[in-house]
């Protein structure tokens, strides 16, 4: 297992914020062309919810865009933290290493979704984020952010708010583990992804998963053969048409009963 000093000093290196004259000399980062304002996945990422003034104060900050290619961490456990990262493109999964050396799967973050908040309470990262497909993402320096927020209520609450969305997000997970069985689980995740692929204009009813069996299984606390099984159930009953990664929602109402009978 490779040292957190290691991996820090690497990272930071490689997501180094730099005058525009110097971006040559930094192969993994460029400057950020775009701005929040203008950006299309702004209705879901950072400047979802700030006023005008705040989203022209966001744009004066210096981001950097990095591409990561599949399989690629973007940072690890253990890492100093020092940027909030927006998922620009593709998809990537956060996850823990057990001490008996297994993968724990902790979450799934597409585009629009920040990554990296997890470092805030200890200033390291809690988990390693891994790009399950060519991506890219805007890196936030979060001492930056945090100056204006300081100076800003309304910029306050919406770090808050993603804050919170963090919090949410951990107790789903509780409940998916705690309280549902095989089928409610599977059920639950392909409704969440199917809600976040609605949120950003594609088909509610079709997708490609880019996570495998497996990383689904460990997000789910099921074993591989148990998703495999519910899956090839779920198509058997005419709720899914999957063919491997692809899936195609037949009958969401069949879907999501048994989940909303759950959780009333």
């Known amino acids: 297992m490779i040292s957190a000093t290691t991996h820090t000093s690497s990272a930071l290196a490689r997501v180094h914020y730099v005058a525009p004259s110097e971006v040559s000399e930094s192969a993994s980062v460029t400057t950020l062309k775009t701005q929040c304002s203008s950006c299309h996945l702004r209705d879901l990422c950072l400047p979802c919810g700030m006023t005008e003034p705040d989203m022209h104060r966001l744009d004066a900050l210096r981001f950097g865009r990095r591409k990561l290619k599949a399989g690629e961490a973007l940072y690890h456990a253990g890492?100093?933290?020092?940027?909030?990262?927006?998922?620009?493109?593709?998809?990537?999964?956060?996850?823990?290493?057990?001490?008996?050396?297994?993968?724990?799967?902790?979450g799934f973050h597409m585009a629009g979704e920040l990554m990296g908040l997890d470092g805030v309470a200890q200033s390291a990262h809690a988990s390693t984020a891994t790009a399950l497909e060519d991506a890219e993402v805007c890196a936030i320096p979060y001492a930056n952010l945090a100056e204006l927020s300081a100076g800003s209520m309304n910029m306050q609450m919406t770090v808050g708010k993603l804050m919170s969305?963090?919090?949410?997000?951990?107790?789903?997970?509780?409940?998916?583990?705690g309280s549902m069985n095989a089928?409610?689980?599977?059920?639950?995740?392909?409704?969440?992804?199917?809600?976040?692929?609605?949120?950003?204009?594609?088909?509610?009813?079709?997708f490609h998963l880019r996570m495998s069996r497996a990383e689904i299984g460990s997000y789910l606390g099921m074993k591989l053969e148990t998703v495999s099984r519910t899956f090839s159930a779920f198509h058997?009953?005419?709720?899914?048409?999957?063919?491997?990664?692809?899936?195609?929602?037949?009958?969401?109402?069949?879907?999501?009963?048994?989940?909303?009978m759950r959780v009333q």
């Open 183 to 206: 089928e409610e689980r599977l059920a639950a995740f392909l409704l969440n992804i199917s809600q976040r692929m609605k949120a950003r204009g594609y088909s509610a009813s079709e």
């Open 236 to 260: 058997q009953q005419g709720m899914l048409a999957v063919d491997k990664k692809h899936v195609r929602i037949v009958d969401l109402q069949a879907l999501t009963r048994a989940f909303e």
């Open 165 to 177: 969305r963090e919090i949410v997000r951990e107790h789903s997970l509780m409940m998916l583990l």
């Open 79 to 106: 890492e100093k933290f020092a940027f909030i990262h927006a998922v620009r493109s593709g998809t990537f999964k956060s996850s823990l290493t057990l001490k008996d050396g297994r993968e724990q799967v902790t």
